[in-house]
Structure formats: C-alpha cells, structure tokens
C-alpha cells in the first residue's frame, strides 16, 4: 500500500527486531492514516527538495516492539506520528534545518548529533493532524536539549 509517490506501509512498518522477535507491528487504520499524512507532509517533501531516495530507519512501533526496544508505548512512532531518517549525502544538521524553515511538524530531534560528524546521528521528526507543535530538540542519548540556532 502506497503512503505517498515514494514512500509505502511496508517501509513504515519494517522492523528488524520485529521479524527476529516474530513481533506482530501490524498498524490500525488510524495508525495508517497518520502515517499517511506523515509521508504526505514530512517525508515526502523532503524527496522532492532532495531529490534522493531514502528510507526510514523507523516508522510505526507497536506496543510490543516498543517494550521490545526499550521505547515508551506513548511515543509518536507507537501512534503512527514519527519517523526516524536520514537523506544519504546531505548533513543531518542541513535536513533538520530545512524541514525547521519549510515544513509543518510536531517535533523535529536532530538525535546523537555530533557537530564534529555532520553524518553522526539521524533526524526524528512528527508530523500531528493537528496541534503541530514546531519543537525544535537535540538529543545526545541521555538529555533533550531546545536546539536554538
């Protein structure tokens, strides 16, 4: 099922410690629906600017594979809101600046972001139906920081 021009629910939901563990991270319609307007919104226009391909490194959790990996049930991967990605040759830190400057989104996190390794790291970024928040977060692994450039 396709999300959006480039982006499908397979990707979304694709999970490696989901297929080692046999965890079901089937979605509900309501999660396919925000996930939908996740790709519509968020990732999909980040193809078209860049022009390059990519896929999330994580879409959709479920309940069980968030205990799984240690991850909150209350997260927006668990309500189909999130993903965590990158755009192969463009600097994380670029991304997380075009998507702050361009895009609607609830939360964009430059993650385990080093200023020294513009690869380092990934962008999370949310997407809401409504309510977007615009917050701006860098995370180093054990604190959120306001990233205010």
Same mark, same amino acid.
């Given at each position: 099922?396709?999300?959006?021009?480039?982006?499908?629910?397979?990707?979304?939901?694709?999970?490696?410690? %989901? $297929?080692? =563990?046999? !965890?079901?991270?089937?979605?509900?319609?309501? +999660?396919?629906?925000?996930?939908? @307007?996740?790709? #519509?919104?968020?990732?999909?226009?980040?193809?078209?600017?860049?022009?390059?391909?990519?896929?999330?490194?994580?879409?959709?959790?479920?309940? %069980? $594979?968030? =205990?799984? !990996?240690?991850?909150?049930?209350?997260?927006? +991967?668990?309500?189909?809101?999130? @993903?965590?990605? #990158?755009?192969?040759?463009?600097?994380?830190?670029?991304?997380?600046?075009?998507?702050?400057?361009?895009?609607?989104?609830?939360?964009?996190?430059?993650?385990?972001?080093?200023?020294?390794?513009?690869?380092?790291?990934?962008?999370?970024?949310?997407?809401? @139906?409504?309510?977007?928040?615009?917050?701006?977060?860098?995370?180093?692994?054990?604190?959120?920081?306001?990233?205010?450039?």
């Amino acid at each position: 099922m396709k999300l959006s021009n480039n982006f499908s629910l397979r990707e979304m939901t694709k999970s490696q410690t %989901a $297929l080692r =563990r046999g !965890i079901d991270n089937t979605p509900s319609e309501a +999660h396919i629906e925000a996930l939908r @307007a996740l790709c #519509e919104n968020v990732l999909q226009p980040v193809r078209d600017h860049y022009g390059r391909g990519f896929t999330p490194s994580s879409g959709y959790r479920s309940p %069980a $594979l968030c =205990r799984a !990996i240690g991850s909150r049930g209350t997260s927006q +991967h668990a309500k189909g809101e999130a @993903a965590d990605f #990158e755009v192969p040759g463009v600097a994380n830190i670029e991304l997380a600046r075009w998507i702050r400057d361009t895009l609607d989104f609830d939360q964009l996190i430059l993650e385990f972001y080093d200023p020294d390794d513009p690869t380092a790291g990934w962008v999370h970024c949310s997407y809401k @139906a409504t309510g977007n928040r615009k917050q701006v977060l860098i995370y180093d692994g054990k604190t959120y920081k306001v990233w205010s450039e």
